[in-house]
T-cell receptor, first 113, second 112 residues
Framework: TQLLEQSPQFLSIQEGENLTVYCNSS?????LQWYRQEPGEGPVLLVT?????EVKKLKRLTFQFGDARKDSSLHITAAQPGDTGLYLC?????????????FGKGTLLTVNP | NAGVTQTPKFQVLKTGQSMTLQCAQD?????MSWYRQDPGMGLRLIHY???????DQGEVPNGYNVSRSTTEDFPLRLLSAAPSQTSVYFC???????????FGPGTRLTVL
């Protein structure tokens, strides 16, 4: 079983602060996905990183895939209350005609005005 | 497009009762999956399907059955509900192995 450890589990910050969420594993993944989930809704895909060392930016969010494709980070610059939500990372491993998606336990982010 | 829809939104069952959680998608996706989400446990895969007539077990399949008679629908059946099945259930679909997975809004199930 491939395990994904996310940290921190909870994060409460003030508007305008920066933060980083980490996703670590001992397993190598084909790619890694980051989702954001709001209360009462399903997760929504933010980004997929595929290549070791890859960096992707989505407005104030920066996603990085580790060189060895075992870890990833999400950095938010100048957090806004609208960034509040549960952030999930998910590692992808391809096998045959399907792929296995392993989710981390999530980071619950609260951005206070 | 409605995307992935799930019914009901909320359900309360007594131990031993059976029920079916409905999931439908209108994107003509081949792949569909059921997950459960529990506090501190993340999302865990229950069953999945790679096309009509084809289903397979995920990480936590015990106590659940699925079938896929059409591309659009992927119902999840609880045979004899237990308190351990209290959870939020999400259905998801994607076109193939390489594309984005879309999640439904979830069904919050409580088993007393």
């Amino acid at each position: 079983t491939q395990l994904l450890e996310q940290s921190p589990q909870f994060l409460s910050i003030q508007e305008g602060e920066n933060l980083t969420v980490y996703c670590n594993s001992s397993s190598v993944f084909s790619s890694l996905q980051w989702y954001r989930q709001e209360p009462g809704e399903g997760p929504v895909l933010l980004v997929t990183v595929v290549t070791g060392g890859e960096v992707k930016k989505l407005k104030r969010l920066t996603f990085q895939f580790g060189d060895a494709r075992k870890d990833s980070s999400l950095h938010i610059t100048a957090a806004q209350p609208g960034d509040t939500g549960l952030y999930l990372c998910a590692g992808v491993i391809f096998g045959g005609s399907n792929y296995k998606l392993t989710f981390g336990k999530g980071t619950l982010l609260t951005v206070n005005p | 497009n409605a995307g992935v829809t799930q019914t009901p939104k909320f359900q309360v069952l007594k131990t031993g009762q059976s029920m079916t959680l409905q999931c439908a998608q209108d994107m003509n996706h081949e792949y569909m999956s059921w997950y459960r989400q529990d506090p501190g446990m993340g999302l865990r895969l229950i069953h999945y399907s790679v096309g009509a007539g084809i289903t397979d077990q995920g990480e936590v399949p015990n106590g659940y059955n699925v079938s896929r008679s059409t591309t659009e629908d992927f119902p999840l059946r609880l045979l004899s509900a237990a308190p351990s099945q209290t959870s939020v259930y999400f259905c998801a679909s994607r076109q193939d192995s390489y594309n984005e997975q879309f999640f439904g809004p979830g069904t919050r199930l409580t088993v007393l």
